[in-house]
């Protein structure tokens, strides 16, 4: 169960966070203001990058904390503004570290509960939230990211979404 989160959600988080560094390399090199990157979508009604950024950081929080049965992190409120959604990165990944693995492990059966926005608590055991829920939603805002920073114009090819092995 930790390889399954923490082992996944960890190392991705990384990967998201090298994007937006080369999304303001970007746009620095064609001198405009990275900002813009952050207010784009892949169709109207879709979350923004900022948005996406702020999701992934979400699931992966969440998820992590209701594995290890400790309330999540509190995050700072999502700003349009890259040293922010960094900040919001690197606040995810140091609340996910200091996780216990032998709890998140001990998760698989527990029964746990994932609050959405509007309040509705969706029911799950560890595995399920994990497996069908949490990890799917991270991975498709993480890819979203990625995808957006492409469509700007970014120059990332696969290596940057999957990490540097």
């Known amino acids: 169960m930790y390889e399954a989160s923490v082992g996944l959600f960890v190392p991705y988080l990384r990967n998201l966070s090298a994007l937006l560094d080369k999304g303001v390399a970007y746009a620095e090199a064609r001198k405009f203001n990275p900002t813009v990157l952050l207010g784009m979508r892949l169709a109207p009604n879709m979350y923004d990058l900022a948005q ?3 999701e992934a950081c979400r699931h992966a929080v969440v998820a992590s904390a209701l594995l290890a049965q400790r309330e999540p992190v509190a995050l700072p409120v999502l700003e349009h503004d890259m040293a922010g959604l960094q900040a919001r990165i ?16 001990a998760a698989a059966e527990q029964n746990v509960f994932f609050r959405l926005k509007n309040g509705t608590e969706l029911p799950f055991t560890g595995r399920t939230l994990l497996l069908t829920f949490s990890v799917p939603q991270f991975f498709f805002h993480v890819t979203t990211a990625y995808n957006l920073l ?16």
């Not at 690197?90 to 492990?105: G, V, Y």
């Not at 492409?150 to 092995?165: I, N, Q, S, T």
Request: proline share 0%; net charge positive.
């Open 52 to 54: 996406q950024v702020g």
């Open 90 to 105: 690197a606040t995810s990944i140091e609340f996910i570290e200091s996780l216990s693995r032998a709890a998140i492990d």
């Open 150 to 165: 492409r469509h700007a114009g970014v120059e990332l090819v696969k290596k940057d979404y999957l990490g540097r092995k």
